[in-house]
């Protein structure tokens, strides 16, 4: 290593020289044999791995359209199931609503029936009524009659 050291000859220069070439010539083998030994196959594992991540991502974000999709579909099923169910409880209703609306007018027209046969009862009673009423009145009208004159009315004696 004489020949690098003589040409230095122990003092700074600003001015270059043969040493400035055998810097130049280190630079250049060590950035030859580091981008051999270190920087190439790191940059290989560096791609490598990116790919592998790239890819993972690829498959990650499909998987998470997939679970979108997914998603979306049983929710449109879900909205597709309640609104079936609320259109049968609808209908149920409205049916129960029917029958209970039915039942009401039966009851509405028996009700009216038996009011009709209660007042026609009713007026059968008073009717007889008035009859044994009228009878009972004159035929007590004739005992009060008789014993007020003292003597036995006849039925020439009434009118």
Known sequence: MVFP???????????????????????????????ATLFKPINRI?????????????????????????????????RAARLEAYAFTERERAGEMQDRQRKLDEMRAQLVASKALEKEAIQGQAQAARVTLEVDARRIAVEIGALVLSRPITHADIN
Not at 16 to 33: C, N, S
């Open 46 to 78: 560096l791609a490598a791995r990116e790919k592998r991540t790239r890819g993972r991502s690829t498959e990650a974000q499909d998987i998470l359209r997939n679970v979108s999709e997914k998603l979306a579909e049983y929710e449109r099923a879900l």
């Open 5 to 35: 050291l003589g040409l230095a000859e122990n003092s700074i220069q600003l001015v270059p020289d043969g040493t400035l070439l055998l810097h130049v010539l280190i630079i250049l083998v060590m950035v030859y044999v580091l981008n």
